[in-house]
């Protein structure tokens, strides 16, 4: 097959399976579950992660690699400080007293899930099925069709254009983040970690709060700010992942004056 016949391919499983998890998935009737609350949320994610693991297996099964779970004691303490350096500003601020126990719980189930279900699909299907064309191809192209699938947010979710267009500019960077966090470890489960708790707040918020946040102005400098920290984060966890990729960084710093060269 020819690039173009690439091309084509590529376009066609990606629309398909946009359509698939944000369409069909839709038409199930889960909220006829026995179930209430979060719990019907749960039930909708899981059911998108079973479809996204569906396609996975259809058009790019060698995806399944990264859903090991044992990686190098290195990457995992790196993996872990970048987790720890995003996720400990957002979850210090949380009102817990303001929220009972079984709501807490609630919330981490159904964040981790919105992690699990967005992350297989975006870091999985999408960057799977672009792969082929490089990784920071895919990286860039899926964490793009990342941000734009907040578009939804607008068109059916009641949210505000000015916030969801800032919105799809954070999640598209975001998105890049996490795809150089499953680049960089070789596992879908640290970005899925960081996606899931990093809704956690949100989740948590009073249904006033939540309304008067997504229905309100645009925090252009906050997002694109967040933007620019998410993709240079991104961009040095894709170069270190390469053979030589820490040599190429330590000659980045250099040029920058950020370190010094020892005298001999």
Same mark, same amino acid.
């Given at each position: 097959?020819?690039?173009?016949?690439?091309?084509?391919?590529?376009?066609?499983?990606?629309?398909?399976?946009?359509?698939?998890?944000?369409?069909?998935?839709?038409?199930?009737?889960?909220?006829?579950?026995?179930?209430?609350?979060?719990?019907?949320?749960?039930?909708?994610?899981?059911?998108?992660?079973?479809?996204?693991?569906?396609?996975?297996?259809?058009?790019?099964?060698?995806?399944?690699?990264?859903?090991?779970?044992?990686?190098?004691?290195?990457?995992?303490?790196?993996?872990?400080?970048?987790?720890?350096?995003?996720?400990?500003?957002?979850?210090?601020?949380?009102?817990?007293?303001?929220?009972?126990?079984?709501?807490?719980?609630?919330?981490? %189930?159904?964040?981790?899930?919105?992690?699990?279900? @967005?992350?297989?699909?975006?870091?999985? =299907?999408? +960057? /799977?099925? !672009? &792969?082929?064309?490089?990784?920071?191809?895919?990286?860039?192209?899926?964490?793009?069709?990342?941000?734009?699938?907040?578009?939804?947010?607008?068109?059916?979710?009641?949210?505000?254009?000015?916030?969801?267009?800032?919105?799809?500019?954070?999640?598209?960077?975001?998105?890049?983040?996490?795809?150089?966090?499953?680049?960089?470890?070789?596992?879908?489960?640290?970005?899925?970690?960081?996606?899931?708790?990093?809704?956690?707040?949100?989740?948590?918020?009073?249904?006033?709060?939540?309304?008067?946040?997504?229905?309100?102005?645009?925090?252009?400098?906050?997002?694109?700010?967040?933007?620019?920290?998410?993709?240079?984060?991104?961009?040095?966890? %894709?170069?270190?992942?390469?053979?030589?990729?820490? @040599?190429?960084?330590?000659?980045?710093? =250099?040029? +920058? /004056?950020? !370190? &010094?060269?020892?005298?001999?």
């Amino acid at each position: 097959m020819n690039s173009r016949g690439y091309l084509v391919k590529s376009l066609v499983v990606v629309i398909l399976g946009t359509l698939c998890t944000t369409w069909l998935v839709g038409l199930i009737p889960i909220h006829r579950l026995p179930v209430h609350g979060m719990w019907i949320g749960i039930s909708y994610h899981f059911v998108s992660a079973l479809s996204s693991l569906m396609l996975i297996r259809i058009f790019c099964p060698g995806v399944f690699a990264r859903f090991r779970f044992g990686i190098s004691r290195q990457k995992m303490m790196a993996g872990g400080a970048v987790l720890a350096l995003l996720l400990a500003p957002e979850l210090l601020h949380i009102s817990y007293m303001h929220n009972s126990m079984s709501r807490i719980f609630q919330g981490v %189930i159904f964040t981790l899930w919105i992690g699990i279900d @967005e992350e297989i699909f975006s870091r999985g =299907f999408i +960057f /799977g099925s !672009l &792969e082929h064309y490089g990784v920071g191809v895919a990286a860039a192209i899926s964490s793009v069709h990342f941000g734009l699938l907040h578009l939804g947010n607008y068109v059916w979710g009641g949210q505000s254009r000015a916030y969801t267009a800032s919105q799809i500019v954070s999640a598209a960077a975001f998105g890049y983040l996490c795809a150089g966090l499953m680049i960089y470890t070789g596992t879908i489960w640290v970005p899925i970690a960081l996606h899931g708790l990093s809704d956690l707040p949100m989740v948590l918020q009073s249904s006033a709060q939540y309304t008067q946040q997504v229905t309100g102005s645009a925090d252009w400098i906050g997002a694109i700010a967040s933007a620019i920290f998410y993709v240079g984060i991104g961009w040095l966890l %894709i170069h270190a992942s390469k053979s030589d990729g820490f @040599e190429k960084l330590r000659a980045v710093a =250099f040029k +920058f /004056g950020l !370190l &010094e060269q020892k005298s001999t």
